[in-house]
């Protein structure tokens, strides 16, 4: 086929045909790919990753751990009520339910199917340790590099089994059938060659992960740019709690100068007793929280941007985390991978200071689905970060990994369930084929323009206006300055207009991705007149009614207008005010 309303660069485009199209291959892409051949060998995988699979992705930079009730005096039921309760009752209470009691399941299939190999205690029992915002110590690591381990052997998973796999491929656009049915397959760019392909497929996951490198501080790679939320949004999708961006409160803050800046000290330095410190030497956690260092991530963001503001920052604008007190030597040894990133950086976590700022970290808002994960478009299901609903206004640390690699498992057995081999595939709507393709390489034939220049902007408008602390003056401020940037790079070129491995029109791609994206979390902000979790509005300091709970949804229009409503959040389980941990022990 031609894409015959773009002629300069239209060209015969490849199409590709298949069962199982999976987009992403972190936790949720590689569990979803194995559980889908383990249910059905017969059926062709495809997963399609924008790097190289087993070496990029967000899952693979998971310091922490994964939750999971596995102790004795642990239960899934008391998992819940911390996921559910750090969730401000935000949650869909079926999708957290879900999470934690599979959590079990999966961290076993990771060690004796996968191969994972976690930590142990001297009587040979998986070592769970401390993460902020939980009542019990269950976060199960490979020392502080747990998501290297559970990549790494998820991809051998992979490489010995019959699935294909389009590298250095990015996704460029849903493309729904033509009967208006369903989803027909996904428009995609072979980075390496510049060529379009078309990849028709029975069943779609959409795992490309979140990673909101719109904020000037983030601890996601660069090429991170919210691919499947854009995607989500131009095709029309529903998606929810986009407002609920979570900062990791201990961001390394190694100066402008370096990409290190932003990138995270992990959660179990405040876990294991490690203290945040201001200019002056005060500790100063607990002025804000009986939990000290160990509140939600949500709670000591929000208390470290009020103790800069104040004048108690350190020289770069952040704070200190001081772990000396708990033995240089026993750092070193329980955080080797920390110690040794900040001593790249010339600072000696294990016996000095380090300065951290909060970092953008996870997206908790995502794309609407069900706990079999289907979405509202037939054919596309969904899975991970790309997804909303599992973690409500806030998510605990150690809760992402488990969350990605459950839904992946599900999301696999589910597509594997529901296809059938002598199903037609979809034909595709060339209408949206065209224009994805016009949308895609525009760029190469325009005057060459000053990305770095729209790169710095959104950074300025998000930190500040849409970041920690938000008000209705700063949201609209930057709700205008978002559109303007969105039709500004409408119209911005590439230097360089050889499609091939182009790195500069890959950039171009990413910002308008990230400004369509920015453009709905600041939206769902300004219709969230409450604080709540990870959202906090200094106008409207108090949190509202919690048994009449509201979440937004927010969705594009053809024009690209973001529109949101709200919907009342259905207590499944458990209400406010009550507990499962009550009910059991009745």
């Avoid at 990849?199 to 959409?206: I, P, S, W």
């Avoid at 609920?244 to 405040?270: C, I, W, Y």
């Avoid at 794309?367 to 409500?392: I, K, Q, S, W």
């Avoid at 048994?547 to 499944?572: G, K, L, Q």
């Amino acid at each position: 086929a031609v894409c015959p309303r773009f002629t300069l660069h239209s060209r015969a485009m490849r199409t590709l045909e298949t069962d199982i199209l999976i987009l992403g291959s972190g936790g949720a892409g590689l569990f979803a790919a194995l559980h889908a051949k383990k249910a059905r060998p017969d059926l062709d995988v495809t997963v399609a990753v924008k790097g190289l699979l087993g070496k990029c992705g967000c899952t693979r930079m998971v310091q922490g751990g994964y939750n999971v009730a596995l102790a004795a005096n642990d239960s899934v039921e008391r998992h819940f009520m911390d996921t559910i309760e750090g969730g401000a009752w935000l949650n869909n209470q079926e999708l957290a339910w879900l999470l934690v009691s599979t959590a079990p399941t999966r961290i076993r299939e990771l060690e004796n199917d996968i191969g994972c190999f976690f930590d142990r205690n001297p009587d040979g029992t998986v070592h769970q340790k401390a993460f902020a915002g939980q009542t019990f110590d269950r976060t199960v690591h490979k020392g502080d590099l747990t998501g290297i381990e559970i990549i790494n052997r998820l991809a051998e998973q992979i490489w010995k089994r019959d699935v294909k796999r389009l590298e250095d491929h990015r996704a460029l656009d849903l493309i729904p059938a033509a009967d208006g049915s369903g989803l027909a397959g996904v428009y995609m760019l072979d980075m390496r060659t510049g060529e379009p392909l078309l990849v028709r497929a029975r069943a779609t996951l959409l795992g490309t992960g979140g990673g909101p490198t719109m904020y000037l501080y983030h601890t996601p790679s660069g090429d991170k740019s919210c691919d499947g939320m854009a995607m989500a949004l131009r095709a029309g999708l529903p998606l929810r709690d986009m407002e609920m961006v979570q900062f990791h409160p201990t961001g390394l803050l190694a100066g402008p100068g370096t990409r290190m800046t932003g990138t995270v000290l992990e959660e179990g330095l405040r876990g294991s007793g490690g203290y945040l410190l201001d200019e002056t030497g005060a500790r100063f956690m607990f002025e804000y929280d009986k939990r000290g260092e160990r509140a939600t991530r949500d709670i000591v963001c929000r208390s470290i941007a009020d103790r800069v503001r104040k004048g108690f920052g350190s020289p770069n604008g952040g704070v200190y985390i001081s772990m000396g007190h708990l033995g240089p030597d026993n750092v070193r040894h329980e955080f080797k991978g920390m110690v040794e990133r900040c001593a790249d950086c010339g600072f000696d976590l294990a016996g000095g200071k380090v300065e951290v700022v909060p970092t953008a970290h996870y997206m908790m808002g995502g794309v609407m689905f069900n706990p079999d994960c289907t979405t509202p478009m037939p054919r596309l299901y969904a899975a991970g970060e790309d997804t909303g609903g599992v973690h409500g206004a806030n998510r605990l640390g150690g809760n992402g990994v488990a969350n990605s690699t459950v839904y992946g498992g599900i999301a696999g057995d589910s597509m594997a369930k529901a296809l059938r081999k002598d199903e037609r595939l979809a034909d595709p709507s060339q209408e949206v084929i065209d224009m994805a393709h016009e949308r895609a390489f525009a760029p190469l034939a325009k005057r060459r323009s000053d990305l770095e220049m729209v790169r710095t902007r959104l950074y300025d408008i998000m930190w500040n206006d849409v970041g920690i602390l938000r008000t209705a003056e700063g949201l609209a401020k930057a709700r205008h300055a978002l559109k303007n940037l969105a039709s500004g790079i409408a119209g911005m070129g590439v230097p360089d207009p050889d499609p091939r491995y182009n790195l500069t029109w890959m950039d171009r791609l990413n910002l308008e991705n990230l400004v369509l994206v920015s453009r709905a979390i600041c939206a769902a902000a300004q219709a969230r007149t409450d604080s709540r979790g990870a959202h906090f509005r200094e106008d409207f300091p108090q949190t509202s009614d919690l048994m009449t709970s509201r979440y937004t949804v927010a969705r594009a229009n053809e024009d690209e207008r973001i529109d949101v409503t709200t919907e009342p959040v259905t207590f499944t389980r458990v209400k406010p005010g009550d507990s499962l941990l009550s009910q059991a022990a009745e």
